[in-house]
């Protein structure tokens, strides 16, 4: 085997990198597994990197692999924590995973395996790489409920060109099944839940160390206060649980729903409507959009969006604005579009590419862009 057919794959310690591995050996592939550290160990047993990097190891072991490790956490706490915060800041819901593979997976650790002799990076995330018409293109995973695209939506075609996914073509219950059938000693581990330097710990808990909390009001669409929020970083539009309004006086024993933040007056406004017109919107602006084949499509094209992870495709038209964002405008109203969540648009089983949300015209008020 020559050193230009060498892969090297980011294996994370999970069932998916773990068969992603498998296949790429049972393929002929001269792999070579790198387990990054993206964050500093903690001392309060909600970081798992320890425990991870053991399967990591096993998994290696198992399959008679050579397994690197670095550490990326200064890169990660630079390219992607950093925003992070500062989006909170602002009053929007950033998407801390979609930073993580275009700032670390495929930029820093990419260029590592580079540096590795790697003809080849590759990943366990579900999802498809392929070459059309000399370009390449990202897929959709054949898992469609598994689907990752969304969040590797901003990965420079460039990479993906060079980058494989083993499993991408595979259903979940697929992997699992292989996986104990090779006697991975990962074969029946969980799935990974939240954000990586967050782990299961309370979302409150963690900010508190990194943003200082601004009570404020909760107040109804008419500015009746209802109660105090902690932060309007811990709220996002749309957002039912953690309110901690239980019965109000006059109003109905329905559920609250968040439907504005106010940053200027610092108050969450609420609505026991799930649909309330504040919710709901037609129309929204984007920041700069990537779009993975280079070029963007003709000004004024049809496709689907999703503005949130395992959201159904929505029909849309895209239309470009200054310093290349676009506007999108949706066939059917949309509940929750969220400015710093990310909006993906797809042409059938390709990623087209996408941007971070950045203003929204909600029905209830058509002059807000």
């Known amino acids: 085997m020559t ?20 296949l790429l050996k049972d393929a002929g592939h001269d792999v070579h597994a790198l387990f990054m550290r993206n964050w500093d160990e903690d001392e309060d047993g909600y970081c798992t990197a320890a425990a991870d990097l053991q399967d990591a190891r096993r998994v290696c072991e198992s399959l008679d692999l050579p397994l690197l490790t670095v550490n990326f956490a200064a890169e ?22 979609v930073a993580c593979n275009r700032e670390i997976k495929f930029g820093a650790c990419f260029e590592h395996a580079r540096r590795l002799g790697a003809r080849w990076f590759a990943t366990g995330h579900y999802a498809r790489a392929a070459m059309v018409d000399d370009r390449p293109r990202l897929l959709r995973a054949a898992d469609r409920d598994k689907d990752q695209t969304y969040f590797l939506h901003t990965v420079p075609g460039t990479l993906l060109a060079r980058t494989l996914f083993p499993i991408g073509h595979l259903n979940k219950t697929d992997v699992r099944r292989i996986a104990h059938e090779r006697a991975l000693p990962v074969h029946d581990k969980r799935d990974s839940t939240g954000i990586c330097f967050i782990g299961e710990r309370p979302f409150a808990e963690f900010l508190a160390a990194y943003l200082p909390a601004r009570p404020g009001p909760i107040e109804t669409t008419d500015r009746r206060v209802l109660g105090e929020h902690r932060g309007l970083m811990y709220y996002t539009l749309g957002q039912r649980q953690g309110l901690l309004l239980g019965g109000v006086r006059g109003a109905a024993e ?9 940053l200027a007056r610092n108050s969450l406004v609420v609505t026991q409507q799930h649909d309330d017109p504040g919710l709901m919107s037609l129309e929204f602006e984007t920041e700069p959009v990537h779009w993975i084949g280079g070029d963007p499509p003709e000004d004024g094209f049809s496709c689907t969006v999703r503005t949130r992870h395992r959201q159904r495709d929505q029909a849309c038209t ?12 949706t066939v059917q109203p949309q509940r929750a579009v969220t400015p710093g969540q990310s909006a993906v648009f797809y042409d059938g089983e390709t990623c087209l590419g996408g941007g971070v949300i950045a203003r929204v015209r909600s ?3 058509a002059d807000r862009l």
């Open 254 to 262: 329905a559920p609250w729903y968040v439907v504005r933040k106010d």
């Open 76 to 97: 990660y706490r630079e390219r992607v924590f950093a925003h992070f915060l500062d989006e909170l800041r602002a009053g929007r819901t950033p998407n801390p995973d």
């Open 3 to 22: 050193e230009a057919q060498r892969v090297v794959l980011a294996l994370s310690g999970g069932v998916d990198s773990a068969v992603a591995a498998a």
């Open 318 to 329: 895209v239309s470009a604005v200054a310093d290349g964002g676009c506007r999108v405008a």
């Open 363 to 365: 029905t209830a008020d």
